[in-house]
């Protein structure tokens, strides 16, 4: 009979620490998602070639999960605490300089060395990301086996998440503009310095409050056949509730990176107000912070599906509101009104409900997807699992800015003014008229809807884990893991 190792009941403690890890995470994702396109295209001068260099990189992106996520399945070397934390504390480190690399500010350089130092930049961004995200995500299936634990874990890693999006969000948007509503390039240098430092921070303080509980060597035997990535990839197309799980996520950023890129824009020359936005979008995360103490009971009575499946509803009704306005219910006059905003916020606010609800339990879904896997094929693989769930995300998150900024640059968005003291070619948000910003306005509520129905597909038609089969599948595990004690 194998010795059990002695660790302390699950508490506040494990929660508040996995939300530090997604903090850690999201002070270098968040300020990339909001920042990056507009850097790369309004200062550097790069909107003909962004579109397709993000999604070439976000196809190496994608790539390069699963590889990481296979890398860590595989390593059998015994860590002092815990291979996941071991990959995570390596790849904190790189944060700091990876993130500060994709925002080197040098307008007045040829096109092609800007383009070298873009896809450089993010590719070394990018592989310390890889190996700190990858391994955290897979730990929530490992620090409890009890639902209503994971919900607490995925709740709370939806409040390290709005944390880390709060900072690039509300307190950027004063110290990287200038006052002509341009982009300041030295200062986001600066800013992702300073951001992956705190990333940093976060970090250690995760390792050092996180309680590994669940037996990761519970199938690893001498008989085990070795690991064979081709085969557990075939697992996870097989995997019903991680597919779901990934296609609802996938519609997310394709729909909301995508927004993400047009919104920022409109607040430059819709709303006229570039400080303003950040406040809004702040705001408009309240809902999931209201919702996230009551996630843990409403899981228990309701299970995360279900929840999941009305939170979907809510976040379409919310984008068709947004949709609906600038189809006449908004008078049209060559000024926005103050009407429009507070719908827009409105309906910011009902859509985030809606996302509330579905990111409290969204990594939960993924650990419960984990131990489907295992329900069904006898192997957990939670590095594959979850980094094939990373691998379609970050597919994704490329495709939703690339649409966007193609559909953008189809209504006008291309470079429209040179430098004098460079000769370089930048954006200059002045210069674009009213009927543009009205498009770019209407645009943000179609890719919004987008997010919405894509959300409701892959976790009302495709998810299959309900509350009634979640406790037929965990009884059987807890059977199956007591026998092989």
Known sequence: MKTQKQTRPFSIRDSIAY????????????????????????????????SLLIVILQVWDAINDPLIGTMIDSDRHKYRRNK?????????????????????????????????????????????????????????????????????????????????????????????????????????FVAALVMGALGFICFQ??????????????????DQPKFNVFKAMGNFLKNRPAVGATLAAMGMFIGMQGANTAVSVTFQIYFDNTQISGIVSAFSMLPVVIFTPLARKMVVKYGKKELSIVGSLCYILGAVVLFLAPLGIIPVTETNTGLDLIIYIVAQLIMALGMGIYSTVSWAMMGD???????????REEGVVYSLHSFFR????????????????????????????TGAEFIDVNKFDWAFAQDIRFLVAILFLVAGVMLFVGLGLVYNLDKKTMDVMNAELTDRRKAAE
């Open 205 to 222: 303080f995760m390792i050092k409050n996180t309680e590994v509980r669940v037996d990761t060597e519970v199938n690893c035997n001498e």
């Open 394 to 421: 970050k597919l994704a998150q490329g495709v939703g800015p690339a649409v966007a900024l193609t559909i953008m640059q189809g209504m006008g968005y291309v470079n429209n003014a040179i430098d004098p003291k």
């Open 84 to 188: 996941f934390l071991q990959y995570i504390w390596a790849g904190s480190i790189g944060l700091i300089i990876g993130g500060a690399c994709c925002f080197i500010p040098v307008p007045g350089a040829p096109t092609w060395a800007k383009i070298i130092i873009f896809m450089a930049g993010y590719i070394i961004w990018d592989a310390f990301y890889t190996v700190a995200n990858v391994p955290y995500g897979s730990l929530l299936s490992l620090i409890s086996k009890d639902p209503a634990d994971r919900a607490s874990l995925s709740a709370w890693r939806s409040v390290g998440s709005i944390l880390g999006n709060i900072l690039p969000m509300v307190i950027l948007p004063f110290l990287v503009y200038n006052e002509d509503k341009s982009l300041n390039g030295p200062m986001v």
């Open 19 to 50: 939300a530090a890890g997604d903090l850690g995470c999201n002070m270098s994702f968040a300020l990339k998602g909001t920042i990056m396109p507009l850097f790369w295209t309004q200062v550097m001068g790069l909107s003909a070639w962004y």
């Open 369 to 379: 997807a984990i131990d489907y896997n295992e329900w069904k094929t006898g192997n």
